[in-house]
């Protein structure tokens, strides 16, 4: 059906967002030939491009109260005590050195009188979010003054680039990974590309759900080739919702920093209500917790077309006009003064805190094969705090390079029977009965209605029938062109992941962190620990594992 291409590398890396190309920047350090493999462009696309272009780090300046142990502590106690501690700890002991790392990569950083200007999100005991200078570029896309410095590093390296391509099976052979299957679009062509080692970097899957704030392509890739390859998955069923996306007068993120300088939320009538659901109000609400209580409000009656509102009239003006200007010019723009006007502000889906599960070294349980970045889990347990996850990007996404790249250098390159792989992906019938553009929104629409803020057993139960219906009706999709192909992909990706999220959310029943059971309310000790998933023929064996004390048994 297409035309077919072959390509030879080391270490192949896919995904051409932060963790992606730091990983590339690393690997290629060790002397081997890299490749990254991206589904839209490179530098340009994936989550960071639209965050706050900060990152929550333990700045090594002199006279710094923050320490390695006290972010530690505040990362294990907003993932409510399910984090994989010994990523934790390395994530926390690493942050502060990746400052330099970027810096020698041409990365620039706010300073005031020589130092690095740091806020104070909620959840974090000391201000520590540290932004990138981003005059240039907008408001919306103000994360691409921390891409464009290493799209540009790798770019300058022998580093290969392919970009509107998208990996679509991993191949394993003798236990381990030795290759991918990819199509590019553009060339509509199928590539088999002979690996040594693989990189997972293509982040999460916010795409799966109707409301998200998530770029294009993010539907759950890298997580459907780890599952279908053997790699064990972990916390799949929590999935962070970002509390304060504005809904009007204009859609863009109300950054969690303003809460640390005064920002409050207020219902219909004017009133504050976060002190209501979480002890500490406004300030010390973690993002689960407040969008919890903005849902909880919503449903009292007590929202404004949908959401609340979100004012910084307390925020001191020269704080406001001096650490947030961009944010205050951009609602200027649509005629909003943010000293005194109230915006409108509901959660959306944000983060993917389940993924695949690493060691130290990035390594997934199958040989060969890592991970880095939202494609992997284990530092942040339940909840996310704000600016980590691209701290998480930097730190994990240079360990998994250097190791992938070690790894590599101490494999050989094996056969494989293209074939036989490339048959076996398309197995479809000639009827073309299934619209996937429309079973794509079904998906989402029914991720959202069942798997969002609030979940309870008979939703979660209807929407995997659903899915399951879906599921069964791919093998009727039409996939007679690369970029139709690219979508049956996709979709199929979808599936696969929303399935995973609404059986592990089903197993868990009780409420922690970003998973809210209203049918379980409460956080219990029964369920202190992780749920792993793996692939037993064509089902998920989802399997609970205790932290300490607890015993680890199969639900």
């Given amino acids: 059906m297409f035309e077919r291409s072959k390509l030879e590398t080391d270490v192949l890396v896919i995904g051409g967002g932060s963790a992606g190309l730091i990983a590339a920047l690393e690997a290629e350090k060790q002397g081997v030939d890299v490749t990254v493999v991206c589904k839209q462009k490179a530098g340009k696309s994936g989550n960071t491009i639209v965050s706050g272009s900060a990152f929550s780090v333990v700045v090594p300046e002199e006279g710094n109260p923050d320490s390695e142990e006290v972010y530690y502590q505040d990362l294990i106690r907003s993932g409510k ?45 000391h201000p520590r979010s540290v932004p990138t200078i981003w005059d240039g570029y907008s408001y ?63 982040g999460g899957a916010g795409n799966i759900f109707s409301q998200n704030n998530n770029t294009v392509g993010i539907t759950g890739d890298s ?42 939320l207020r219902n219909k009538h004017g009133e504050l209500f976060v002190h209501n659901y979480v002890e500490g109000g406004d300030k010390e609400a973690t993002r689960d917790k407040m969008a919890q209580a903005i849902f909880q409000e919503v449903q ?41 006007d109230y915006v409108i502000v509901s959660p959306t889906t944000h983060y993917f805190l389940g993924g695949v599960k690493i060691n130290e070294k990035c390594e997934s349980n199958v040989p060969g094969l890592y991970a880095a970045g939202e494609a992997a889990t284990g530092a942040h347990g339940a909840n996310r705090l704000s600016g980590s996850s691209i701290a998480d990007t930097v730190v994990f996404g240079m360990i998994a390079g250097d190791s992938a790249a070690k790894h590599s250098l101490n494999s050989k390159r094996e056969d494989v029977d293209w074939d036989q792989e490339i048959s076996s992906l398309f197995v479809q ?83 922690r962190g970003s998973h809210w059971r209203k049918d379980f309310p409460f956080e219990t000790e029964d369920f202190l620990g992780n749920f792993e998933y793996f692939k037993n ?10 932290l300490e004390h607890k015993r680890s048994h199969s639900v």
């Avoid at 990974?177 to 679009?185: L, M, N, T």
């Avoid at 997580?223 to 790699?231: P, Q």
């Avoid at 916390?235 to 920002?263: C, H, R, W």
């Fill in 81 to 125: 005590g399910i984090n994989q501690r010994d990523l934790t700890r390395l994530l926390a002991k690493e942050s502060g050195k990746t400052i330099q790392w970027l810096e020698d990569y041409g990365m620039e950083f706010f300073l005031q009188e020589n130092k690095y200007v740091k806020r104070k999100p909620p959840g974090h005991s």
């Fill in 223 to 264: 997580y459907a080739l780890a599952f279908d390859v053997g790699a064990v998955l972990k916390d799949m069923e929590f999935v962070q919702f970002y509390p304060t996306m504005m809904i009007k007068p204009v859609k863009m993120p109300a950054s969690n920093p303003l809460f640390g300088d005064g920002a409050v």
């Fill in 300 to 340: 009292k009656g007590n929202g404004i077309e949908g959401g609340v509102y979100f004012d910084c009239s307390g925020i001191p003006k020269d704080v406001l006009e001096s650490k947030y200007s961009h944010f205050c010019n951009q609602l200027r723009k649509k005629d909003v003064d943010p000293s005194k």
């Fill in 429 to 511: 019938n000639d009827d073309g009965g299934l619209d996937i553009a429309k079973a794509k929104e079904i998906v989402r629409n029914v991720m959202w209605e069942s798997a969002s803020v609030v979940r309870d057993e008979s939703t979660i139960r209807s929407g995997l029938q659903t899915l399951d219906d879906i599921q069964r009706s791919l093998k009727s999709a039409p996939v007679t062109s690369a970029k139709q192909t690219l979508s049956f992909f996709e979709l199929s990706n979808m599936v696969a992941v929303g399935q995973l999220v609404l059986q592990g959310a089903i197993k868990r029943e009780e409420s």
């Fill in 537 to 546: 023929q064509e089902l998920a064996d989802i399997h609970f594992v205790a």
């Fill in 140 to 202: 919306m896309t103000r994360g691409l003054s921390f891409m464009k410095p290493l799209l540009n590093s790798v770019k300058e390296k022998n580093i290969q680039l392919i970009e509107q391509t998208m990996v679509v099976r991993l191949i394993r052979k003798r236990g381990k990974i030795v290759g991918a299957v990819a199509i590019d679009v553009k060339k509509g062509n199928i590539i088999e590309i002979s690996s040594k080692s693989v990189i997972l970097a293509n």
